[in-house]
């Protein structure tokens, strides 16, 4: 639009210069509000995306102009009669871009008295204050800090005043919903990594599992008792491509060894690995209950033993066999050169022949010669290298690191099970990528129960 020019003073030439952006800005956010249609998160999110930072107020006043054009008077959803407008309330809801208060018609059926709320149920509003996108990001920081440093971090960044409580109890919320398998890549996201690995090489990727676990402190419900270590298994699944590992999932729980089964199973039933695209291979550190789960429920995978923990155990031995350092080191250095030739079967039958001296030795030689037995198959170690194989269990042990330790392990933190597995839920969420998918389904989630909620008249103002 051509302006006229003239000579201003004062505020009134910034107003006009303010005036066709804001023009722009109305228009996006009524688009971004598209009533009823947009939950106030959906609002939220696509008003983020254009605008990092607005005026709380400008949106206010949209979504309430747009809900006034577009929500109609409802009719009955029990019985179909036309309700009738009751009374308005204001509802204040704390977000991300700050506090917006709505202004909400009730209506009442004149026949079954069924209370209907149409522009809470068009926004799927939270009850109580803090709305979805807050709750979102309690969780995303919850997940990362204590709920101290997240409360106060989000009254840093969103001026939002929440305690450390409220944050506890909305990312337990969330976590206690979501299913294990929701927070896991689907086949097609794992096909379509695998896909894009595949593309330059000749052979079939590597895909690696890794599992291990990590002692987490736990807190006895029991009075009088004291509080206890807990082992969170985790499991890791990469991709080898070249030099780089490619992170498919990580599920880290505070389990039996059949909610680990579970698992395993559970990943098996739905098809997650493209077995035909793929070379399959599990790294143990030798824990039998690892081994026992992978043969029952993948049968066809590449069994490896942690070079590293295999390298201490010759160690353990030489150490108390051989007088001096030197000849224990060379002992192993030479036992390693071996095991890479594939002569594990030579290095057992020498362990066996060995004169050892004393009961102890003898005790440490016989535990060695049982576990290389044992692991006879999962320690041919140059034919894994040529294969491509991953030697060593590392993978794992840093999962358990960055998915469990850190956020677990605090100085003076005790947890209940239930919310260290959510926590850890949450963790695993985001580092597999799915935290926004299952949060969106998650708020979809509560919007449907919303509507499949009964209201029926109560006190009318
Ligand atoms: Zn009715």
């Not at 800005?25 to 598209?34: A, G, L, T």
């Not at 049968?299 to 923990?309: K, M």
């Given at each position: ?19 066709d ?7 996006d ?5 598209d ?30 102009g747009e809900l006034?054009k ?14 009738h ?9 704390f977000?991300?871009?700050?506090t ?10 004149p026949?079954?008295?069924a ?6 149920d ?24 204590t ?8 009254s ?16 337990n ?26 593309r ?5 990727p ?36 070249k ?13 039996n ?24 291979c ?12 992978v043969?029952?429920?993948?049968p ?27 000849k224990?080191?060379?002992?192993v250095?030479?036992?390693?050169v ?9 290095v ?18 016989n ?16 034919r ?11 993978a ?15 100085s003076g ?6 919310y ?17 998918s ?7 989630k ?14 009318v103002?």
């Amino acid at each position: 639009m051509a302006r006229v020019l003239k000579i201003q003073t004062g505020t009134e030439c910034y107003k006009d210069m303010y005036d066709d952006s804001l023009d722009q800005k109305i228009s996006d956010i009524i688009q971004c509000v598209d009533a009823p249609n947009n939950s106030l998160f959906k609002i939220i999110e696509n008003v983020r995306n254009i605008y990092p930072a607005i005026d709380p107020e400008l949106v206010q006043i949209i979504i309430q102009g747009e809900l006034d054009k577009h929500v109609a008077a409802p009719r009955c959803t029990c019985c179909g009669a036309k309700a009738h407008k009751k009374y308005s309330n204001k509802k204040e809801c704390f977000t991300t871009i700050g506090t917006i208060t709505i202004t909400c018609p009730y209506y009442a059926c004149p026949k079954c008295k069924a209370v209907l709320t149409p522009y809470e149920d068009a926004l799927n509003l939270r009850d109580g204050k803090y709305q979805y996108d807050i709750q979102k990001i309690a969780a995303l920081f919850g997940a990362k800090e204590t709920f101290e440093e997240t409360a106060e971090m989000m009254s840093e960044i969103y001026r939002v005043d929440i305690s450390p409580d409220t944050v506890h109890k909305l990312t337990n919320q969330i976590a206690s919903e979501v299913s294990l398998t929701e927070i896991i890549p689907t086949p097609k996201e794992v096909s379509k990594i695998v896909e894009d690995i595949s593309r330059d090489n000749y052979r079939k990727p590597v895909l690696v599992f890794s599992a291990d676990g990590a002692m987490v402190p736990i807190r006895t419900e029991e009075k009088g008792q004291p509080h206890c270590w807990r082992e969170a298994k985790g499991i890791r699944g990469y991709l080898l491509d070249k030099d780089k590992i490619v992170h498919l999932l990580s599920w880290h729980q505070v389990s039996n060894i059949e909610e680990f089964k579970g698992f395993l199973a559970n990943l098996r039933a739905q098809d997650i690995i493209p077995l035909d695209k793929v070379r399959l291979c599990f790294v143990g550190d030798g824990a039998d209950w690892i081994w026992d789960c992978v043969k029952k429920y993948f049968p066809e995978c590449r069994q490896v033993l942690d070079y590293y923990h295999c390298s201490e155990h010759l160690y353990d031995f030489a150490k108390i066999h051989f007088t001096g350092q030197e000849k224990a080191k060379a002992w192993v250095e030479e036992t390693k050169v071996r095991l890479f030739h594939n002569n594990a079967v030579h290095v057992i039958a020498g362990l066996n022949r060995m004169k050892c001296k004393t009961a102890e030795t003898e005790v440490k030689r016989n535990n060695l010669f049982n576990y290389l037995k044992k692991n006879i198959d999962r320690v041919e170690y140059g034919r894994l290298r040529r294969g491509g194989y991953p030697l060593g269990s590392g993978a794992i042990e840093s999962s358990n690191k960055f998915i469990s330790n850190i956020r677990l392990k605090r100085s003076g933190a005790w947890w209940k099970v239930d919310y260290a597995n959510n926590i850890l839920k949450l963790r695993c969420a985001k580092y597999n990528s799915k935290f926004d998918s299952f949060f969106e389904e998650y708020e979809s989630k509560a919007q449907a129960k919303r509507a499949s909620r009964e209201k029926r008249i109560r006190v009318v103002k």
